[in-house]
């Protein structure tokens, strides 16, 4: 039913964003065309060094890589639009192994990638037609790198989920732990998560081993369908992550992600899975992430978090709130510890929690929401008296949407 819902929400979008380009004598007046000077359609991909510049928009035509060796430069302001398609024609921006992507928002004025259905244009924050759970209506920023990764059959590289096999830009994967794919700050990532397959969407942000001489700070994901951000090994870290209404995962873990992320917020939507979802290695090599200073909204149908397949990592500072009692939602609603392994992990500390606390319904007991004896390391408090969490002043209005529309404006 999931994939059934957003087929329909892609098709009202493309509906939403054709309609609203009809002028009085029914003529199609599109907002967005490329081939204009301040709008350039991208329908090859990237094999030189190359600036996408300021008050411009630039539409995705395809499956875009930036191919090893090269650069590209969004300046602060850019718009990135991806064509509205799935399967074979899905759209998305990849910056391939030995590639970098310099992309410098700022405060005042973010870089955005979105669907072509979005009428947003330079020096807009919120969309002026699309509501904030739209996703699927184009793929997503895929940033691939040389780190390593936990693989199945301990091999050093494997290709990425969401991009089809026969495009070996999608490889990720190595041995060099301080590989360097570029910089992103002050991005906005909207509406992606297109549907390549069966149960294989694109993430908003997937980083595939990316290394830790890459920089990420101030980054949102808004309204995808599948995962806000998913590391897969590597070792980057980042900082300022925020995620409204992913459609699967808030924030997902595979492969032996060796970094940091710090200060962070997920607000789940209505199809969130799990605020968090953290799996363990795939392969023999072992190496644990931390997560510090996150808050996270609940909407009464997402899971706070579920650690599985041997997970590891420390999970540290974080807030947990309006998320539904347990007891009356089927299990929904807990912070779980999935499988033997996992119970494993935690026993011997390599999965490990501090200082977690949690606002609950009345009557509700930790125990029943921290599940697997992690409830030994929450605790309850009011509403609002919350000591651990998000810096909620990293995510000003004037770059995050999120902000922008209140839906953070409860948080402390």
């Known amino acids: 039913m999931k994939k059934f819902n957003s087929l329909l929400i892609m098709f009202a979008a493309v509906v939403i964003g054709f309609t609203s380009c009809i002028d009085g004598n029914d003529k199609p007046v599109d907002p967005v065309i490329p081939g204009t000077d301040d709008v350039l359609m991208i329908d090859s991909n990237i094999t030189t060094n190359t600036t996408w510049e300021t008050g411009k928009t630039y539409v995705l035509g395809g499956r875009i890589a930036v191919t090893a060796g090269n650069t590209l430069t969004i300046q602060p302001g850019t718009i990135v639009k991806g064509e509205v398609g799935s399967g074979s024609n899905a759209t998305a921006l990849i910056i391939a192994r030995g590639a970098k992507i310099d992309a410098q928002g700022t405060a005042t004025s973010p870089i955005i990638f979105t669907t072509i259905a979005d ?113 897969f090994g590597g070792s980057v870290n980042v900082k300022n992550a925020i995620i409204w209404n992913a459609g699967d995962d808030g924030l997902d873990t595979d492969q032996a992600w060796a970094g940091t992320l710090d200060n962070f917020i997920v607000v789940t939507g209505g199809e969130t899975d799990h605020a968090l979802e953290i799996d363990g290695p795939e392969g023999s090599y072992n190496a644990a992430h931390t997560l510090k200073n996150g808050t996270v909204k609940g909407n009464g149908v997402s899971e706070l978090g579920d650690f599985r397949d041997g997970a590891r990592g420390t999970f540290e500072n974080i807030y947990f709130f309006n998320f539904a009692d347990p007891a009356t939602t089927d299990g929904r609603g807990d912070l779980s510890l999935s499988g033997d392994k996992t119970v494993a992990t935690f026993a011997d500390g390599h999965l490990k929690f501090m200082n977690l606390q949690a606002t609950l319904a009345d009557g509700v007991a930790l125990a029943t929401v921290f599940k697997g004896g992690t409830a030994a390391y929450a605790t309850i408090v009011a509403a609002g008296a919350n000591t651990v969490g998000a810096d909620k002043s990293a995510f000003a209005s004037t770059w995050s949407w999120t902000s922008a529309s209140g839906a953070i404006s409860d948080l402390k």
């Open 119 to 231: 009428e947003i244009t330079p020096g807009e924050i919120a969309s002026p037609n699309l509501e904030p759970n739209l996703s699927g209506l184009w793929g997503g920023l895929i940033i691939l790198g040389k780190a390593k990764a936990s693989l199945a059959g301990d091999v050093t590289e494997t290709q990425i989920e969401g991009i089809p096999p026969s495009d070996t830009n999608g490889l990720y994967g190595g041995t060099d732990d301080a590989d360097n794919s570029g910089i992103l700050k002050y991005i906005s990532i909207r509406h992606g998560g297109a549907n390549i397959g069966e149960g294989n969407e694109i993430n908003g942000l997937t980083l595939g081993a990316v290394g830790s001489g890459t920089v990420i700070e101030n980054v949102e994901i808004i309204g995808n369908q599948d995962d806000g951000i998913e590391w």
